[in-house]
């Protein structure tokens, strides 16, 4: 790369007539130039290149990994705060895209990112998530109409959601329903044919018994 060596003898050039000396001394005498210009330069508080104090360097995160500061919890979940609100709380158990959206729009939001929010708006970000019945959204979105127990339109979501599930599972297998029976078997509850699907454990074809060679008839 002859550029390169142009470039490299300009600059030992430079360096030699700056401390007085015209003639190009050898490869040894520049290093020692070089230190001396670095202890100079260290002397008066300047930076010196590839001298940089790399204990002040704070490691990059890695792709697809969020800082401690972005992590907001909220709702028994993790969420990520450089996203928007309708789009972070969809992580939550029992929060669909609908139900994201409605709840961004209802309590005034819009389209914020969640770590732009106040400790006061996350209070009541997370009183809309648990119950957001009470907050004007309407009962048709609610995930659980009619409950057995009150009779009322609840929206669950997060332990609640998952506790109630498995009560009512629960429930099923002692009543002996058809439900009940599935579930207790390990079998699809909704009517799925299982010829090819919800094959458990190890796959056994179709095998044919072994016919005994038939005996020569003696002439």
């Given at each position: 790369?002859?550029g ?79 996203k ?9 158990r ?21 770590g ?7 209070g009541?970000?997370?009183?809309m ?20 127990a ?23 297998r ?36 072994k ?9």
């Amino acid at each position: 790369m002859p550029g390169y060596c142009t470039w490299n003898l300009f600059l030992r050039f430079l360096l030699a007539s700056r401390l007085g000396l015209v003639h190009m001394g050898s490869d040894q005498e520049l290093k020692r130039l070089e230190a001396k210009l670095r202890k100079k330069a260290e002397a008066k508080g300047e930076k010196v290149k590839g001298k940089e104090d790399k204990t002040t360097e704070k490691p990059m995160p890695k792709k697809g990994e969020l800082r401690a500061a972005e992590i907001i919890r909220l709702a028994e979940t993790n969420l990520d705060g450089t996203k928007r609100v309708c789009d972070a709380i969809r992580s939550i158990r029992g929060i669909s895209f609908m139900m994201g959206n409605a709840i961004s729009r209802v309590s005034g939001i819009g389209s914020r990112k969640l770590g732009d929010l106040s400790e006061q708006e996350k209070g009541r970000l997370e009183d809309m998530i648990m119950h957001p019945e009470r907050h004007g959204i309407p009962a048709w979105m609610c995930n659980r109409k009619r409950d057995p127990a009150t009779g009322k339109d609840v929206h669950l979501a997060v332990s609640e959601l998952e506790f109630t599930q498995k009560m009512d599972i629960d429930l099923m297998r002692k009543l002996k329903t058809y439900k009940g029976v599935r579930h207790s078997i390990g079998l699809p509850v909704r009517g799925q044919r299982t010829r090819g699907s919800f094959r458990k454990g190890k796959t056994v074809g179709v095998s044919k018994k072994k016919q005994a060679p038939s005996k020569s008839k003696k002439k």
